[in-house]
């Protein structure tokens, strides 16, 4: 069975940084192009970030590029997403959320339950 | 990136069918075959319920279709079930982004 099990949010100060984590187990992870998208209390969806299997090719949204970095570690079947100077409007649960075989196809074919991510003085 | 266009709601009666709509231009979904639609329920992960335009993954009940026509895509849900009732959100490739999303649209099963 696929599971996606994020980690690491929490409460931090604008300008503050933080590490999501994703263990990934079901499944080859190495196989994988895998991403990040959050949703804002109350709000709709965003795509945030992909990298592909090997780390090849990594693409960023506009709202996060330059401060946001994302990475896996395909040995320990973990996804990273490293967020520096953090800003209210990345308050958001962040999904870890895995592409599907035959990559691109642009669709997400398997969700985590996500990690709550609150920017706040 | 702007987001597609939903309608913020939709509702219909157990057993009737439904349609939800997706608009965008001819730099997303009118100009790739790579629409997708996804179910979330309130407090839980959103669940792919169709993919590149009309396919259902497995385990997704027939009774869900997706369309599209020019820039808008359509997403069915025939016989309403209570269960159905949740957020809908489309999603499409790009050119200047591997992924954008709808707004959202809630379902009420009356």
């Known amino acids: 069975e696929v599971q996606l099990v994020e980690s690491g949010g929490g409460l931090v100060k604008p300008g503050g940084s933080l590490r999501l984590s994703c263990a990934a187990s079901g499944f080859t992870f190495s196989s994988y192009s895998m991403n990040w998208v959050r949703q804002a209390p109350g709000k709709g969806l965003e795509w945030v970030s992909s990298?592909?299997?090997?780390?090849?090719?990594?693409y960023y949204a506009d709202s996060v590029k330059g401060r946001f970095t994302i990475s896996r570690d395909n040995a320990k079947n973990s996804l990273y997403l490293q967020m520096n100077s953090l800003r209210a409007e990345d308050t958001a649960v962040y999904y870890c959320?895995?592409?599907?075989?035959?990559?691109?196809?642009?669709?997400?074919?398997?969700w985590g339950q996500g990690t709550l991510v609150t920017v706040s003085s | 990136q702007s987001a597609l266009t939903q309608p913020a709601s939709v509702s219909g009666s157990p057993g009737q069918s439904i349609t939800i709509s997706c608009t965008g231009t001819s730099s997303d979904v009118g100009g790739y075959n790579y629409v997708s639609w996804y179910q979330q329920h309130p407090g839980k992960a959103p669940k792919l319920m169709i993919y590149e335009v009309s396919n259902r993954p497995s385990g997704v009940p027939d009774r869900f279709s997706g369309s599209k026509s020019g820039n808008t895509a359509s997403l069915t849900i025939s016989g309403l079930q209570a269960e159905d009732e949740a957020d809908y959100y489309c999603s499409s490739y790009t050119s200047s982004s591997p992924v954008v999303f709808g707004g959202g649209t809630k379902l009420t099963v009356l």
């Open positions: 959320a895995r592409d599907p075989p035959g990559s691109p196809r642009y669709y997400f074919d398997y």
């Open positions: 990298i592909s299997s090997s780390s090849s090719y990594i």
